[in-house]
């Protein structure tokens, strides 16, 4: 079982309605193009905190990981603070936003892309005990990118004491987010905490039929220290073999990634990314 770790109470910024960004509105509909349309799959994506590339292998587990299965070595944070990379990895774009406060934002997104397609999905937050507004530390709203889309919680977003029971029915949904709540993501513990907490979720979604029936689990880091942003980004898959990518990824990357393996559009800036479609054949990765 894992450990549920509360420490201290954490605030947030008031709220601001976002009119403008550099990625305009219409960037973040879906792409035109068809994508290709895989067979059925469960996608699982567990978000990181604040590591750079070799200070997520400074972790022990970690490394083994990387040693085992896909490593995205090129891959890359696209903003700082956090918020921005969340909404990237769920939108294809940042909205212009360059800080963690609350802002609302127009009905879109990942999740809501989803729903209307009639896939099911979840977002399990740790330490989520009230809603998505209202839970007290661990849990955090920025970390939480989807009730920043039309302003409100969807009910998708659920406590991640929810997990094992979602998996263990027949029901599983088709795309599992996963955010850690502050100190086992490693935002405010360390890097030892941190893997530890992956040294116990990764065997827990390994062991769901979810996973093993074609599934995949990507992990990430949402930022770096580095002047590049340079994080790691495991691609984890049943009868996967170590596979390193040396080519150009980053948070937008794994959206289009995302997209492609359900089998929807690619939206905003995924439809011009290059996906990580080579860390999920075998023997392709360069």
């Not at 903003?79 to 963690?100: C, E, I, K, Q, R």
């Not at 729903?115 to 209202?134: D, K, P, V």
Request: hydrophobic share 40%; glycine share 10%; net charge negative.
């Amino acid at each position: 079982m894992l450990a549920v770790v509360a420490v201290a109470a954490c605030g947030s910024s008031g709220a601001r309605l976002v009119s403008t960004s550099p990625t305009p509105v219409a960037a973040v509909q879906p792409a035109e193009s068809p994508s290709p349309t895989p067979a059925p799959s469960h996608v699982f994506v567990v978000v990181m905190e604040n590591r750079s590339y070799e200070q997520a292998l400074a972790g022990g587990y970690t490394a083994q990981l990387a040693a085992k299965y896909g490593v995205a070595t090129n891959y890359h944070g696209v903003s700082h603070p956090s918020l921005p990379n969340y909404l990237a990895m769920t939108s294809g774009s940042t909205w212009g936003v360059a800080d963690d406060g609350y802002h609302v934002l127009p009905a879109s997104g990942l999740g809501q892309q989803l729903t209307q397609a009639g896939i099911t999905w979840r977002a399990y937050m740790e330490g989520m005990s009230g809603t998505c507004f209202s839970s007290p530390y661990p849990y955090a709203l920025k970390h939480n990118p989807f009730p920043y889309y039309g302003g409100k919680c969807p009910a998708e977003v659920v406590p991640f004491n929810s997990f094992a029971a979602d998996m263990a029915g027949a029901d599983a949904p088709r795309f599992v987010w996963i955010s850690p709540g502050l100190c086992n993501d490693g935002h405010d513990c360390s890097t030892a905490v941190a893997d530890r907490y992956l040294s116990q979720l990764v065997p827990a979604i390994m062991s769901t039929a979810a996973w093993q029936e074609n599934g995949v689990l990507f992990i990430t880091w949402d930022e770096g220290y580095d002047s590049a942003n340079h994080v790691l980004m495991l691609v984890i898959r049943p009868g996967g073999m170590h596979q390193e990518s040396s080519a150009y990824h980053d948070h937008y990357s794994l959206l289009a990634t995302i997209e492609d393996r359900l089998g929807v559009p690619r939206l905003g800036q995924a439809a011009k990314a290059s996906s990580l479609r080579e860390l999920l054949v075998s023997g392709s990765a360069s």
